[in-house]
């Protein structure tokens, strides 16, 4: 028989071997898995649009300039980058020929005008004349055929006199001709701007471009004080889109900014440039011009705001499956799943009508395979 300090440590020995069973256990059990959660709060919820392609700064007023007339380009006014005021001259083609057709439609002008004079003082002379052999033919000095002799050659001188005056005119209209040739040998800036780029230097030969022909303009002039978006929309989109409905404008060149901005123009047309993803043209103005420069030509991104909802119940639109079910952390950490009924939604936020309560802490990935509703999970912060 045992004795009882025997049994005494044949009991402990029993209470540590189940301890170090039980840690042993403990410790090499499966933990719960981590996952990330996300918490229901309030917030704005917005139906919007994106451009499926990146769009581009463009100037309201740019002009590719050539002259209206082609020839040598014997002076260069401008250089690239420098800004010009409306009417200022850019360049100059060779146009002595037309200078100085110019100067003979002024001399004879000149001599016109002489003529005319001296006609319609000769005019005016038979006409009095004419009075006097009226007064005199009264009192019976001079015949009746005298009298409408002097009358004719009173007329007729008149007659010179008017004559000379229309060459006169039609010298004025030979100088404007002229002066209008030699306008057209001269570029002119039609909007003050900058010279983005110059076609051609003095020596050299510049053309109009031919209709269907593209050709370099020998001045490409922008108004860069004045600049918009254009960007491309998914033609299913296009019905949603009206003028003047709010936007956001983002650029690769200026990481972080957002610019508010409102839609101005949608094409009334199809843009078929690719055959599978045909687009419609839409413009967005800036609501205030942004205080740094921006470059004409610029990549833009636009999101139209079609609907928008402030202060509603939000849940992260990645934490609804397929099924529109989520999966909520409930007691002890365990997963449940919840039915939703939704409403407005975009990729970062959906609305939720029913399902929810503000304060719930739903499951934001489902890349883990034994993640499910009943399992039990250990909670971490969600990514900001």
């Known amino acids: 028989m045992l004795k009882p300090k025997t049994w005494v440590r044949i009991v402990l020995f029993v209470l540590i071997g189940a301890a170090l069973a039980y840690a042993g256990w403990h410790l090499t059990r499966p933990q719960p898995p981590e996952v990330e959660l996300g918490t229901i709060a309030r917030g704005t919820v917005e139906s919007t649009v994106v451009n499926t392609r990146a769009g581009t700064v463009k100037a309201c007023r740019r002009a ?3 002259p209206v007339a082609g020839g040598q380009i014997v002076k260069m006014r401008v250089k690239e980058g420098e800004r010009v005021k409306a009417g200022q001259p850019l360049l100059e ?8 057709q110019r100067d003979l439609a002024g001399r004879q002008l000149a001599t016109s005008e002489e003529r005319r004079r001296e006609a319609c003082i000769m005019a005016d002379n038979a006409r009095r004349d004419a009075d006097r052999t009226q007064q005199l033919a009264a009192r019976g000095f001079v015949s009746t055929q005298r009298t409408e002799d002097a009358r004719a050659e009173a007329r007729a001188r008149q007659a010179n006199c008017d004559a000379l005056a229309a060459d006169v005119k039609r010298a004025q209209a030979q100088i404007r001709v002229t002066q209008a040739g030699l306008e057209r040998t001269t570029l002119t800036a039609p909007f003050d ?10 020596g050299e030969f510049t053309t109009p471009s031919p209709p269907g022909i593209p050709t370099p303009p020998a001045v ?17 989109d296009a019905p949603k889109l009206k003028p ?11 990481a972080g900014q957002t610019f508010s901005g409102h ?13 599978q993803a045909r687009t419609v043209e839409v413009e967005v103005d ?3 011009p942004p205080q740094q420069s921006l470059l004409v030509g610029y990549s833009a991104d636009v999101e139209t705001i079609i609907e928008q909802r402030p202060n509603v119940l939000r849940v992260p639109t990645q934490a609804i499956r397929q099924d529109g079910t989520v999966l909520v952390l409930g007691k002890d950490d365990t997963l449940e799943t919840r039915t939703l009924k939704t ?15 503000a304060g719930d802490r739903v499951l934001l990935s489902f890349d883990q395979e034994d993640v499910k509703a009943g399992v039990k999970v250990t909670p971490k912060a969600a990514k900001p």
């Open 64 to 66: 590719k300039l050539a």
């Open 263 to 275: 839609v101005r123009r949608i094409a009334p047309y199809v843009t078929e440039v690719e055959k």
């Open 93 to 100: 083609l060779w146009n002595h020929d037309l200078a100085a």
């Open 220 to 236: 490409d002039l922008i108004d860069d004080t004045c600049l918009y978006v254009s960007a491309p929309m998914d033609e299913v």
């Open 286 to 288: 800036f609501d205030t």
């Open 343 to 357: 409403g407005l939604a975009n990729w970062a936020y959906t609305e939720i009508v029913s399902g929810l309560a």
């Open 244 to 254: 003047g409905q709010p936007a956001r404008i983002t650029f690769d060149a200026l």
């Open 193 to 202: 701007g900058i010279v983005a780029k110059v076609t051609g230097e003095v």
